[in-house]
């Protein structure tokens, strides 16, 4: 059973920073693709960023340049750097795995708040 747990999230103020961890119960080598999304008040889930098993990282236009995604392999964790957060970014953030064989299987962590006030 894969298990992702989520911690990091708080209040900031705006123009703060976070950092969102996201550990896994296994190695997080067997998942081809780890990412972050989120989801604000009365929106849908949208992702955040993303990185793949190789290494290549993707990002939201919104975020490009403040939030940085690594991972660990040592230690089953990926993070989330979120620089000069802005008020419209509170939001549950999720952690995502996914897997792409035999069949694209995604798992989610239970979320971690993040307020982010002005």
């Known amino acids: 059973q894969v298990q992702l747990v989520e911690s990091g999230g708080g209040l900031v103020q705006a123009g703060g920073s976070l950092r969102l961890s996201c550990a896994a119960s296994?190695?997080?080598?067997?998942?081809?693709?780890m990412g972050w999304y989120r989801q604000g008040p009365g929106k849908q889930r949208d992702l955040v960023a993303r990185?793949?098993?190789?290494?290549?990282?993707n990002y939201a236009d919104s975020v490009k340049g403040r939030f940085t995604i690594s991972r660990d392999n040592a230690k089953n964790t990926v993070y989330l750097d979120m620089n000069s957060l802005k008020p419209e970014e509170t939001a549950v953030y999720y952690c995502n795995a996914e897997k792409f064989y035999p069949r694209v299987t995604q798992y989610w962590g239970q979320g971690t708040q993040v307020t982010v006030s002005s």
């Open positions: 296994g190695s997080i080598f067997s998942f081809d693709a």
């Open positions: 990185i793949t098993s190789g290494g290549s990282t």
